[in-house]
């Protein structure tokens, strides 16, 4: 057992072919990441100086940039829902440790004064979300907590009570109950802090991402 523990983690104790096996699995792996770099480079342009993905847009006029319910003179501007999802849903397909640009191709006449104030509103507009979001983020932990504090009460109360309780339906009505709220209870802050803080912590990366993207336009 002792030659074991000594040799874990190591090429020795290993056969040639074993080694070469290991070599070709670490091989293969890094293959089977530049395939789908490649691969993606046939969906999406690539920045080959800047080593950016280039996410395009395409805009019939620079309106649509943004929401056509939002009010132009808001401090804050509302990107287009669709503009949105689509740059989340491109976002999905590249690898997060691969920067992204954002391309708006236009049709119209070109215009560089509102094309400067719709990059300064797109990028105004993430850096509201993520505050929005990052404030979704600690009320939910707080939620939690509570949560937890009132399931340990619940569980702590019928624990405590069980002994003294009286028999009978009564008693183990009271019993049970308590029980049922505890667990409920945890089950709960376990939901929100484990499931719901996943989704906005990935909602807060998308936002952050896009943020820091480099935006320009282009005529189409």
């Not at 074993?18 to 993606?40: I, M, N, P, T």
């Not at 309106?63 to 829902?81: K, L, P, T």
């Not at 797109?122 to 509570?146: I, K, P």
Request: charged fraction near 25%; proline fraction near 3%.
């Amino acid at each position: 057992m002792g030659d074991a523990q000594n040799t874990r983690g190591s090429d020795t104790g290993r056969t040639p072919g074993q080694r070469l096996a290991a070599l070709q699995g670490r091989v293969s792996w890094k293959r089977r990441r530049e395939v789908a770099l490649d691969y993606l480079k046939t969906i999406y342009r690539y920045n080959e100086q800047t080593g950016s993905f280039i996410i395009d847009v395409r805009l019939l006029d620079y309106s649509q940039a943004f929401s056509q319910w939002d009010s132009a003179w808001a401090e804050v501007r509302e990107v287009a829902h669709g503009l949105v999802q689509y740059l989340k849903e491109c976002s999905d397909d590249i690898p997060f440790r691969s920067p992204i640009e954002i391309v708006f191709s236009v049709t119209e006449p070109r215009d560089h004064d509102t094309e400067e104030r719709i990059i300064h509103g797109v990028h105004s507009y993430f850096r509201y979300e993520m505050f929005v979001e990052r404030g979704r983020l600690r009320r939910l932990l707080r939620r939690g907590a509570h949560y937890m504090l009132v399931a340990v009460f619940f569980l702590a109360a019928a624990a405590g009570l069980e002994p003294v309780l009286p028999a009978g339906l009564l008693g183990m009505t009271i019993r049970e109950g308590l029980y049922v709220g505890g667990w409920v209870f945890m089950w709960e802050a376990i939901s929100q802090v484990s499931f719901q803080r996943a989704n906005i912590r990935r909602t807060i990366s998308d936002y952050s991402r896009f943020f820091n993207a480099s935006i320009r336009f282009e005529s189409a």
